[in-house]
């Protein structure tokens, strides 16, 4: 499970009042007390906000502890507990509840954008998406969370309450602690955006679908990430085993047993002594979230063609070539070969082996490796999103994309073996600084950026796109490439008829 998304990216709060206490921008009251963060003439930013107690290991998220004084908000909180990946030194902290406000420099009732990070639900934090771009061009509060992963946030076990759900319920709780406070930092408790990229995006999707996310949000943000979210065998490595992102909640618990023994506990209350050293070797058994629980009664996927979802506006879409990284390193770290390809898709289809050598043949795309991308991208990615989209629109508004830059700045430092294109993330840089990096952007580039600013705040603060809606029936998908924004038949692109069958 771990190689599938190490590749591309290596509780109630109290009402606080409807106006600042303090003459001083810097310092902003809470329902839990004050903090003092930057004020740098653009923008405000406040860093390590609890939003949440710290965690009882596999308990749901209770309120804030009260503080007394002006507590220091210059600074992150601790990353929730994982490997080392997108963070190169890891975590193992579960004290991690922790969320981040930026806030244009003169903020009064502006709309909120509560971001939820990508990861796999194994890794990364808040504070690796530095906002001020996105709030000052967008004139946006923009609000990062934490929220537990991997075994902390996603372990289940027979009679374990929450079972599989720890992480979304943090997520519900920052999102209380958005409608309980926000307006003392300029921003308006009544227009929430949920926004987020990766299983960011499938977290918002299972926020859309959730009992108790209801009346938290307002509009919703997912991008390369969907309800749907699926892949088959061997697609991100060889060996891979066909699944869904979501899980049925008997099969966790019954993987928790299992891991339970190897770690040589009976119960819960074992597991709850062991230190967070001891567990994170089984930190990537468990990265899927739980269906058929209080948090998500069903999966996702039929809960949005039900209509069994919140009704909001939605903004959806994904890269045009998401899975060029998995491709690129998949033989032992390097491009798959042309045999590779033969052998793979042959264990995948089967007797429809042929059918997807014609569809995808590697003289078609220059490669077996970029044929090999295209695949997984319209199968994994762009169909999924696509359906998605459809069972959300048959009853709300939903605005449809696909980030198209053919050389976007890079995510790593590290020279790719081969053409990645729009790959999986690379949409991120046209609204955040990454891990303390800001983009290199061509002027082309710069002004898809802030197209694409524009365009995502005038969704959130009006819930009308700038773009047509997307109907479900061959819809309007907007095409952002630097110098040729326009609509694309996405279904065609992709393949979708095909995967449908």
Partial sequence: ?????????????????????????????????????????????????????????????????????????????????????ELPEGSTAED??????????????????????????????????????????????????????????????????????????????ALRWVRNNIQNFGGDPRNVTLAGQSAGAMSVCA??????????????????????????????????????????????????????????????????????EELMPQH????????????????????????????????????????TPWAAAYDSGKPMSAETFEAVVKETFGERADQIKSLYAPEKYGSAALAWAAVVTDRMWSCTQYETARGLAARTKVYEYEFADPNPPKLSPVPPPMPLGAQHASDLWDFFDLGGRAPRFTGDQQRLSERMIHGWARFARTGISDWPQFTGNRGYVQSFAPGDVRPVDLAEEHHCDFWKD
């Fill in 284 to 323: 990537f058994a468990f990265i899927q979230p739980a269906y058929g629980t209080p948090v998500l009664p069903s999966y996702p996927g039929d809960a949005v063609k039900q209509g069994r979802f919140h009704r909001v506006p939605v903004l959806s879409g994904t890269t045009k070539n998401e899975a």
């Fill in 96 to 173: 991690c509840l922790y969320l981040n406000v930026t806030t244009p420099a003169k903020s009064r009732n502006k709309p909120v954008v509560v971001w939820v990070h990508g990861g796999g639900f194994f890794m990364g934090a808040g504070s690796n998406y530095d906002s001020r771009r996105f709030a000052e061009q967008g004139d946006v509060v923009v609000v990062t969370v934490n929220y537990r992963l991997g075994i902390f946030g996603f372990f289940g076990m027979p009679g374990l309450e929450g079972s599989g759900t720890f992480g979304l319920k943090d997520q519900q709780a």
């Fill in 207 to 276: 926020q859309l679908t959730s009992p108790g996310a209801a009346g938290l949000f307002d509009k919703a943000v997912m991008q390369s990430g969907s309800c749907r979210t699926g892949w088959l065998d061997n697609f991100e490595y060889r060996g891979e085993v066909e699944a869904t992102i979501f899980q049925p909640v008997k099969a966790l618990e019954e993987h928790g047993v299992e891991i339970a023994h190897e770690l040589k506990c009976a119960d819960v209350a074992c597991l709850r002594e062991k230190p967070a």
């Fill in 1 to 85: 499970m771990k190689q599938r998304w190490l590749v591309p990216l290596v509780a109630a709060g109290l009402i606080a009042g409807t106006t600042a206490a303090h003459a001083d921008d810097s310092v902003v009251r809470t329902g839990f007390g004050a903090v003092r963060g930057e004020v740098n003439g653009h923008t405000r930013v406040f860093e390590g906000i609890p939003y949440a107690a710290p965690p009882e290991r596999w308990r749901d998220p209770k309120a804030p502890r009260k503080w007394d004084g002006v507590r220091d908000a210059t600074k992150p909180g601790p990353a929730c507990a994982q490997l080392p990946g």
